[in-house]
Each structure stands twice: as structure tokens, then as C-alpha cells.
């Protein structure tokens, strides 16, 4: 489901959960673009266990990066105005999450609104939240 | 134990770090592609509209984590988190500029301890000096038992 307007925006709906890619290849990909590449604490499972890790990590702003891309294809046209995340716990690398967003508040006046977001393990645990406001282009 | 109101009124919003950037395209267009994005936008370095994506901001590290004077808190250090705020489009391959201050420190206390948090904020401005985007990094220290 996508949304054009403010609009089109309910309050408490839930943007369709999305997988992202947390591949070890994404990642890595990612870590090298960002300059966080070297220790293979992003590219390497065993270079991440070697380091006490569970095995290789997602960077955290890469999660960042999986909201932000979420937002961008529910709303085409609205603008992420600010997005903050908390690391909660790490992402691992070739393990299935599912990014979710509810929208929190509506401010018509502005034309903006308000997300809570989450990143969850296949577990079910909650690896990354936090808040984003998204601006859509002003009605009419 | 750390004072966090000694600590506010010594560093809180005193600039501490200003460093030069240039974001790449191509860099900015892979971390895009890499988190999912879909909007050309963010991932086709020849759209017109082509802007930096927010992890890319949000990776953009200041010279100095925390003031030269900050006291050393001791305990483990952990990134806590990431903000970024997108004021207006920031375009790779221009010259910005970023600075940085303490924006907030504060503590919280749980079961296992208390964890000091720092958030430092960078502020990015090009080089006529409008105010682009403005990030946050979040710092945790859990304190060690004894201090």
C-alpha cells in the first residue's frame, strides 16, 4: 500500500512489513561505502566471532538506511524530515528481520507525519526503534 | 560516580570539532541501493534531484568524538544511535562544512547499572553557510560498578 497525500494517511496504520536485504554481500557493500570496512567486523563472520561478536553485524546506520528506504516506497511523494534510531542490539548479517512502521500522528496543518519504527530478528525481539517524520508535498 | 549536571554546565553546546566533507555520488548512491532504497532520487547519481541519503549523513564522523577536555568516563563505550534531521537537499560533490557540539548528556539508571548518555550533534552547512542538515550520534557508557 502506498499513500500520495496526507490524505491518504491513517492513524494507527501500519505500513506493510517489509525483509530487507541483510545479506553479508549488503552489508559488506554498505560498510565499504561508509568507510566502516576493515576490521571484517561487517564483511566476515569469523573475523566478527574472532572479535567475541555473534557473527558479522549490519552497521547500525544501515538500519537507518532500511527505515528510510521503507518510508520512501509507502509514501512516493513525502519527504523524511528526521528519522532517529536507537541501537538497541545488532543486526546480524544473514539473518532474517522485518522492518514494521505505525503511523503515530497526523499534523494536517503541516502536512507531516509521524512514524514509529521497528526492527525485529526472526525471533521476534526488537534489534532497532525509534521515530520518523515524514513531510508530504502540501495539499491542492 | 560522574557528576552529569557538572558535566552539562562545563560541555553542554560549545562547538569542539569543525570538519571538512565532500560527499561522493557514487558512495552515497551505493549506501542507498545497499539499505533498500528505490526513489532515483537517492540512487541515480544523474537525476536532477540527486541528494545524499541519510545513513550517508548520518556517517559522516566529526575530527573529535568528544571535547579535548572531556573527562574520560572509563566503562563501555557503545553507539547508542543515529539522527539526522534534512533541513534542505544536500548535494554530493559540494564542499560542507560540519560543527560539532555537545547537545545533550544524561543518565539512566536500570538493574544493572547506570548508562551515561552523550549525544553529540553536528551541524552541516555549505559554504555560503546555509544550515543543510544537522545530525545526532548517541554515545552510551555503562558505568563500571565501582565508579
Known sequence: ?140 | MTDIDDLRSKFLDLEFDRTGFVIDAEQSATVAKASGETRTEFIDPTDPDFEACAPILASLASGRRLPIDFPALGGISMDGGKAVACIKPVRPGIKLTGKTHLHDIYAKSGRSGRMIFLVSRMQLYDDAGEHLATTDSRQVIRERPDQ
Not at chain 1, 503515530?104 to 503541516?110: G, H, L
Not at chain 1, 525485529?120 to 532497532?128: G, P
Open chain 1, 1 to 140: 500500500m502506498t499513500v500520495q497525500t496526507i490524505s491518504d494517511v491513517v492513524f494507527g496504520d501500519e505500513i506493510t512489513p517489509w525483509q530487507p536485504d541483510t545479506s553479508l554481500e549488503a552489508s559488506r557493500s554498505f560498510a565499504q561505502a561508509v568507510g566502516y570496512s576493515g576490521s571484517g567486523r561487517f564483511e566476515d563472520h569469523e573475523k566478527a566471532r574472532a572479535q567475541g561478536l555473534p557473527g558479522a553485524l549490519v552497521p547500525g546506520i544501515m538500519g537507518m538506511g532500511f527505515l528510510t528506504s521503507m518510508i520512501h516506497r509507502w509514501a512516493p511523494r513525502g519527504k523524511v524530515k528526521h528519522i532517529d534510531t536507537v541501537f538497541r542490539a545488532p543486526v546480524l548479517a544473514d539473518h532474517d528481520h522485518t522492518v514494521t512502521a505505525v503511523v503515530t500522528d497526523i499534523d494536517e496543518e503541516n502536512d507531516e507525519v509521524v512514524l514509529d519504527l521497528t526492527i525485529k530478528n526472526a525471533q521476534e525481539e526488537t534489534r532497532v526503534f525509534g521515530t520518523a517524520t515524514v513531510r508530504f508535498p502540501p495539499a491542492g
